[in-house]
């Protein structure tokens, strides 16, 4: 795994990506720090940067990630990877902390901006909770790229990878304002939930090679969803309402802004890199089966 | 060494191997032979652990690949058809970076294996370069080199000559046996005379099923190939051929030349059989000093057409099993044979 990681981590600073990257966020963050924080003095730098230029994830996450896995594959060189001593789980933790390492970087220059503002006489208190800011906006970051590294360990075409993550992060982004678009009442949701299902179940029925444990899969669903209708209608509602909540991938960072500190936020954040990087073994390891 | 049971492996509808059942034994090495889509890399992929079978099981070094993958694939050395390299980085960082992900601990034991397995395999001069900067040639030699990292016990190669100048070509042969005095190896080729030179046991492969394992000259044998034994005698035409008409085993011989008191015959033995010694000895006997005497090593290619062309071959499915390294060992004049045939070996595919 250590082995994965340093060549990972090197082989962004051997071409321009590491740095590119690195600009662009030092860069996007340092222009809003100068203009807001400097200028006019205002010491919120969890509200003023940080949160100000967190759609800068939307470009420089896809681009982080969508070599990872994709290359890898398109050189072959995962044949390299799979066949020497290492597990998979090990592969993949190597390539996302390298990635986490890169995006380190912009975060230590963000990190000193704070000291400076330390130095120019912010409160202990500003000072503090734009530290634990950064560390949600970090964390916020890992997550990202775990999702990335999901999407870029699908294909082995590093611009389809880019795009992929590139929408799932917009997505994730627009899905508080979604969310208010369209107000759902217990049938909506009734309906919306059988469709997921009817494509969970085809798809477990496809994987399976097996029509009855699809059926039995959406048979079962659709009565666990007919009787919550019928009689606890409210819960679909609830049910549906926290699935989008949970897809809100920027949403808890928000309790961050303003000086807060959210525990569940950061186990948000940890929970979603987990299970992607989970995601990520299995489809990795699932490919030596096909 | 390796222990193959009924290994499966199909993609859809296709199946690629087909109930393969082998053992590869320490310290030789394997050739792995077949015509293009023989299923040859996707054996070897499964021996190494980088595609899982549908069926069967492989063990090696008595580790089963599913159960103990890391233990099994620490033991295995691997070059792919594709060598796995990274362009992005030197040809000792890459040779560094493999060494550790095969589990070599300290810095100084990784750089003193890495310096040798750039030696080894003629890197020293572009040891500093960009992997990118590098020839065909030099790549597929940093791949080998890889393989060779960590002392595998096996090191199993795909097709390890692909796109090497003839003179690499020799030079990888040179290697590839040396590395079988201290390693097992087995490696892959569609191209006979490469099996045929470097290889003491061969496993030929045909539609995904194995068709024949044995020494390269014991296959002709198991397959009712008559031996052909050449010799140049001193004395008449009619004497000589006379003589070797005589000896035991020899089925039919021909005078093929006659001129300046030297009579050439060619003798047909039967299958199997090494009559050098009795027809030497049968010449000598009758006056007649022998001045060249020569057998021609099975003719591989008489074997892999009959085996991998028809499909009835295919089908018959019982590999026929020939006399192993015993008869391999009693064929000196095939080792000394081969580097005259190499040149014939480059070319092929995948450029």
Known sequence: MLAIFKREFRSYFTGMMGPLLTAFLAVGGGLYFYALNLTNGLTDFGYYTLYRTIILFIFYVPVLTMRSFAEERKNRTDQLLLTSPVSVGGIVLGKFFAMCAVFALPCVLYAGMILVLWGLGAGAAAVGGAFACLLCYYLLGCAAIAIGEYISSLTENQIIAAVGSLAAILAAYLMPSLQTLYSTGSTQALVIFLVVLAAAAAAAGLRSKSFALGCGVFCAGTLVLGAAFMLRPAWLVTAFSAVLDALCLFVPFEDFVGLSFSVPALVYYLTVAALFLFLTAQGVEKRRWN | ?351
Do not use: W
């Open chain 2, 1 to 351: 060494m390796i222990e193959v049971s009924h290994l499966t492996k199909r993609y859809g509808a296709h199946l690629a191997v087909d109930d393969l059942t082998f053992t590869v034994e320490q310290g030789c090495i394997y050739g792995l032979l077949g015509p293009n889509g023989a299923g040859k890399s996707t054996t070897m992929n499964l021996l190494t652990g980088y595609i899982s079978p549908t069926a069967g099981t492989i063990t090696v070094d008595g580790h089963d690949i599913l159960e103990e993958p890391e233990a099994a694939r620490a033991c295995i050395g691997y070059l792919p058809e594709q060598p796995p390299l990274y362009p992005d980085m030197t040809v000792e960082e890459y040779l560094l970076f493999a060494a550790e992900l095969k589990g070599v601990r300290g810095r100084a034991v990784r750089r003193a294996q890495a310096q040798k397995a750039a030696a080894r395999t003629g890197l020293a001069d572009v040891y500093g370069r960009l992997i990118r900067n590098l020839s065909k040639g030099y790549r597929q030699r940093v791949g080998v080199a890889q393989a060779l990292l960590g002392s595998p016990k096996v090191i199993i190669l795909d097709e390890p000559t692909v796109g090497l100048d003839p003179a690499q070509v020799i030079e990888m042969r040179r290697l590839i046996r040396e590395l079988g005095r201290t390693h097992t190896v087995l490696l892959s080729s569609h191209i006979l005379s490469e099996v045929q030179a470097v290889c003491s046991q061969v496993l030929i492969l045909s539609h995904g099923k194995l068709a024949a394992l044995g020494a390269p000259e014991s296959l002709g044998a198991a397959l009712g190939r008559q031996g052909v034994v050449h010799v140049t005698a001193l004395g008449e035409g009619s004497r000589v051929l006379a003589t070797v008409r005589g000896v035991p085993g020899v089925e039919n011989a021909e005078l093929t030349s006659q001129q300046n008191g030297e009579a050439s015959v060619t003798a047909h033995t039967a299958a199997g059989a090494d009559l050098r010694a009795a027809i030497s000895g049968a010449l000598a006997a009758a006056g007649c000093a022998v001045l060249a005497l020569t057998a021609e090593a099975a003719d591989l290619e008489d074997v892999f057409l009959q085996l991998t062309e028809s499909e009835a071959a295919a089908d018959e499915a019982e590999p026929a099993q020939a006399a192993g390294a015993e008869a391999a060992a009693k064929q000196p004049g095939a080792a000394q044979a081969d580097d005259a045939q190499t040149d014939s070996a480059p070319g092929g595919k995948g450029e």
